[in-house]
């Protein structure tokens, strides 16, 4: 476990504290199951060997503060009955606030393209492990207004775009929550270059920096007008005060313009962010 300390400063506020996770990714599966999904739940946790521990280390970590827990995603690592369980339980115990992942709709990860009739197939059951709406909502702690949105499957969709600007429309500084970053250029390098990957898993790269993208990963990565749209607003916004996010499985920081900073993490790090 990692544990990184962040300070965001947003004027005429009382200092307050919360908890920064991301892709967790439990992997659990059971006799609820057909037996693909019990082989794929100990072949996936090969992967993610520290998501059960990290689920403990938080709670004992949080255990006097109590501070409110922001999740940008993917805490449960495929669907599955004994996930939702254990999702729920957390949920339950703790104060969590969460924007979902692309892995809380995968059935077996990877079988097949993700897009909105996937999702939906299992939407309803997955919401149920939940307090918030996974897919949009929003929630105002100490007078700042966090703002989680499943941009999961790279994009936004009408509904998500409206959502958020109704809430950058109300007298309150926002900080919203993620999945997937936002592209800036210095990230993309980062994945590029000095990682070697073959497509940067950022939502809105320009078409010219997507020409070596598999199809796959094109079709699946291309914005729409909407998610277009959403980018612009969230970089030209000033209620926008910090962006925290995941998906990419490291810690990183990121100017997208002068005063709006963007936060990834990792999948072992708690991000203790301090707003003052």
Known sequence: MNILK???HIENISPFTI????????????E???EKKIKLAKSRTESFPQAEQMIKHIEEFNKESRHTIVHTGDLIDFVSFANLDAAKEFTDKNDVFMAAGNHEFSLYVGETFEDTAYRNQSLDLVQQAFKNNIRYSSRIINGVNFVAIDNSYYLFDEKQLNFLKEQTERPFPVILLLHTPLYTESLYTHMMN????????????????MTMYSDHRLRQQTADTTTTQAYDLIINCSEIKAIL???????YEDKIT???????????TIRIVTFK
Do not use: W
């Not at 709006?260 to 999948?267: F, R």
């Open 194 to 209: 000095n990682l070697h990957n073959s497509c940067a898993y950022l939502m809105n790269v320009p078409t010219e920096k």
């Open 245 to 251: 996010t995941g998906h990419l499985h490291f810690d």
């Open 258 to 268: 002068d005063t709006l900073t963007q936060y990834v993490t990792d999948c072992t």
């Open 32 to 34: 609820r199951n057909d």
């Open 6 to 8: 962040t300070n965001i």
């Open 19 to 30: 908890l920064h996770l991301s892709d967790t990714h439990l992997c659990l599966a059971d």
